[in-house]
């Protein structure tokens, strides 16, 4: 079982190239929507990474397979550019869920 990247930029997929991970490289969301129901209809793929950029171009769809289809795995990443959290944003989280000063 293989890992497929889905990225907004040639570093992200240069970098996973060196790792051994195969990707494409798509900017519109059609092509998006496209790549990744290529990916999702392949038997040897276990988990899809795709980059935040490109999320938000359909997180509908995107939820909707992460929540309806049990494989591949989607998995998030940040690209070159970091994530569009900030800095603190798990810190935060736990704050807000326990109620507690960290």
Do not use: W
Request: with cysteine; proline share 3%.
């Amino acid at each position: 079982m293989k890992f497929f990247l889905i990225s907004d930029n040639v570093d992200t997929k240069m970098g996973m190239r060196f790792a051994g991970i195969e990707g494409v490289v798509v900017h519109q969301e059609d092509e998006v929507r496209s790549e990744l129901e290529k990916a999702m209809n392949r038997d040897d793929i276990a988990v899809i990474l795709i980059t935040e950029t490109l999320v938000s171009l359909c997180p509908d769809l995107i939820y909707d397979l992460k929540l309806n289809r049990k494989q591949p795995l989607i998995v998030e990443i940040p690209d070159r550019h970091g994530n569009g959290r900030t800095k603190d944003s798990i810190t935060k989280y736990v704050q807000d869920a326990i109620g507690v000063k960290l």
